[in-house]
């Protein structure tokens, strides 16, 4: 059960860093007995949570009077932008903005809507981790046009199914600037564009589940048959394409600009397998005894990289005699590196480097775990690197590299026992 300490400071950085982790939740009064604004940060190094608590009477659901619930991620580690990463203001308005919001008539499951079942879950995303953006975009674009609107009581099997085939036969978007009418792709015709399209529509298909799963839970009189029997398309995935070699690595390197600083960016991607925004929020004091603290990541969960001895000497000359809070990787422009300012580079270099066609900074991830699985890394070593819970990721995508690894651990460690074919059976062979 979780502690609560009273009245802490939770104004500054520096007040909520002295502040005890684990499992203790500070709490500071907003309105005396019945609103309060809580802050608990799991384990030192990892940004806190924000959430509110406000009194609504004892009953069988909740025994301590109170009802609880996350607001976003404090600014302990980066600026605050008012949606998932709050400040002490920004909290503090979130909290009130809760209250509020529980004085309007309560939504019992056979009314909430699907809009409502997304907006909570992606708001619950931005809190805990950090997909809330993409799934945002998937909602916006794939779901909410034809099902928002629908209770999700009323959803039925068929309906949704009639939904995801609809999506699947749809041509892809295709980036298109602000203001200008959305283009897209021819519509899936051939077997491989089919099968990608059907891809993409089961990881949308993830998301409105991931929602109603949600609502379902907290809101325990609507019946969930109707999205746990809609089946994705099955037969879809593949391997991940677009890995590199090490001579290609090593091509890409030198033809990455060193001036902008892109080609250090390029070769710790190839060095740890981190994800970019991971590279870009990367501090000095972040690296130290041969490994990465990933305070940051997509699931929400900090993580330490393992590096080698190479991987090790690349951050202590990049890190040497610089302040513990600058950040690792930075512009010519003294700026870090933001959202897609990779990309153009990416595509200079690779052009430089004669890879074609030109790969995205994401693959080079995927050849940091391809290379590792390739030489044998034990595929649970190769998925905490990477960040994932466990091996079906890595298996999923990259166990088919791993066959020729087998062979040849059996060929190398299998037992012998001086067995050597009959002489009229070598003839035998030889004469097929």
């Known amino acids: 059960m979780a502690k609560t300490v009273r009245d802490a400071k939770l104004e500054t950085r520096t007040a909520r860093e002295r502040l005890l982790s684990g499992e203790t939740v500070h709490w500071r009064t907003l309105v005396p007995g019945q609103l309060h604004l809580g802050y608990r940060r799991r384990k030192p190094g990892t940004p806190g949570v924000w959430m509110a608590r406000r009194y ?144 993409t529509v089961n990881r949308t298909v993830t998301v409105l589940k991931a929602a109603l799963n949600r609502a379902c839970r907290r809101h325990p009189d609507i019946d969930d048959r109707a999205w746990r029997l809609l089946e994705p398309f099955g037969m879809v995935d593949v391997s991940r394409p677009g890995h590199l070699s090490v001579v290609e690595a090593q091509r890409l390197i030198n033809a990455a600009g060193a001036e902008s600083g892109f080609r250090d960016l390029v070769k710790a991607a190839l060095l740890t397998g981190c994800r970019y925004g991971e590279l870009c929020r990367l501090t000095v004091e972040d690296f130290g005894r041969g490994r990465l603290a990933v305070r940051e ?65 994401h693959q080079l991830r995927h050849t940091w775990a391809s290379l590792a699985v390739m030489a044998g890394m034990p595929l649970m070593m190769v998925a905490e690197n990477l960040g994932h819970a466990d091996t079906r990721m890595v298996e999923k995508h990259y166990g088919h590299l791993t066959e020729d690894y087998r062979d040849e651990m059996i060929r190398s460690f299998a037992p012998r026992f001086g067995i050597v074919a009959p002489a009229n059976l070598a003839s035998l062979d030889a004469a097929r």
């Open 56 to 199: 609504v009477g004892k009953t069988a659901d909740t025994k301590s009077g109170y009802l609880k619930n996350s607001l976003g991620l404090a600014d302990d580690y980066q600026d605050a932008d008012g949606r998932g990463v709050l400040s002490f203001a920004d909290a503090q308005r979130a909290a009130h903005a809760t209250a509020e919001q529980a004085a309007t008539p309560v939504v019992i499951g056979s009314s909430i809507t699907v809009a409502e079942a997304v907006e909570d879950y992606i708001r619950f995303l931005r809190a805990e981790r950090k997909t809330g953006d993409e799934a945002e975009r998937r909602a916006r674009v794939f779901i909410l046009p034809d099902l928002g609107s629908l209770k999700v009581a009323d959803l039925a099997l068929a309906k949704l199914e009639v939904w995801r085939d609809k999506l699947a036969a749809a041509p892809a978007r295709l980036r298109t600037k602000p203001g200008k009418d959305q283009r897209y792709r021819a519509a899936p015709a051939s077997p491989d564009e089919v099968r990608a399209r059907r891809a």
């Open 297 to 361: 990541s997509k699931s929400g969960k900090p993580r330490d990289v393992r590096l080698t001895e190479e991987g090790t000497a690349f951050f202590q000359a990049l890190a040497a005699g610089r302040p513990a809070s600058q950040l690792v990787f930075r512009r010519a422009d003294g700026d870090g590196w933001g959202k897609s300012h990779q990309a153009r580079p990416m595509l200079t270099a690779c052009a430089a480097a004669k890879i074609v066609p030109a790969v995205g900074f």
